[in-house]
Nanobody, 125 residues
């Protein structure tokens, strides 16, 4: 069973930064594509950044230059560093994983199979 636990959400002012973490078992990091998604109110989750099990990273154009994704092997977390946050970044942030390749999942906009419970981010103007 794939378990994903997000943490690090909170409230910040516009221009601020937050670092989100997704805790998962080591085998999840080594076998699955993992990624971070943003969900705004009643809209579908939108992928922001993904990392393949071998480390290849894909960053969505919408957040390129502001968000980075990394893996902490010591803590077994997938982290999303978010800088220069904007009010439109407000919403729920989810960590997700899937056995299929990140490149295919993102290009086909397919839904990831495994999801965490999410963490709330609020950015005030």
């Amino acid at each position: 069973e794939v378990q994903l636990v997000e943490s690090g959400g909170g409230s910040v002012n516009s221009g601020g930064s937050l670092r989100l973490s997704c805790a998962a078992e080591p085998y999840t990091h080594t076998r699955y594509c993992m990624g971070w998604f943003h969900k705004d109110s009643d809209k579908e989750p939108v992928w922001l950044a993904t990392m393949e099990n071998h480390g290849e990273v894909i960053i969505a154009d919408s957040v390129k230059g502001r968000f980075t994704i990394s893996r902490d092997k010591r803590k077994n977390t997938l982290d999303l560093q978010m800088n220069n946050l904007k009010p439109e970044d407000t919403g729920m942030y989810y960590c997700a994983a899937d056995e299929r390749a990140c490149t295919w999942l993102t290009s086909s906009n397919s839904r990831f199979r495994y999801w965490g419970q999410g963490t709330q981010v609020t950015v005030s103007s």
